[in-house]
Nanobody, 124 residues
Framework: QVQLVESGGGLVQPGGSLRLSCAASKFTLDYHVMGWFRQAPGKEREGVSCISSSDGSAYYLDSVKGRFTISMDNAKTTVHLQMNSLKPEDTAVYYC?????????????????WGQGTQVTVSS
């Protein structure tokens, strides 16, 4: 069964950093777009970043540009989200997702597989 498993969440102070990872099992990420989404309590799920496995092109939500970096390992089995200069408003459950398409998108309905989510809390 296809699975995506996130790790790396936790509690961090404002200005700190976290690195989230998403490992794929039973499939490689070739010909996929991988996305990171987040959902805070009472808010809709929003797309934070996504990356194309075919050419490495990436998209970032305006509010995370310059602070977050998405990457994929050479084996195309794991995608990472490096989060620096974290702010309290970054607090949310973060999900990774895989889309079998080739076009960068942050529309949740286009993604076929989802991880279980990992909590990120930014607080002093």
């Amino acid at each position: 069964q296809v699975q995506l498993v996130e790790s790396g969440g936790g509690l961090v102070q404002p200005g700190g950093s976290l690195r989230l990872s998403c490992a794929a099992s039973k499939f490689t990420l070739d010909y996929h777009v991988m996305g990171w989404f987040r959902q805070a309590p009472g808010k809709e799920r929003e797309g934070v970043s996504c990356i194309s496995s075919s050419d490495g092109s990436a998209y970032y939500l305006d509010s995370v540009k310059g602070r977050f970096t998405i990457s994929m390992d050479n084996a195309k089995t794991t995608v990472h989200l490096q989060m620096n200069s974290l702010k309290p408003e970054d607090t949310a459950v973060y999900y990774c997702a895989a889309d079998r398409g080739m076009v960068l998108t942050t529309i949740p309905q286009t993604y076929h597989y989802w991880g279980q989510g990992t909590q990120v809390t930014v607080s002093s």
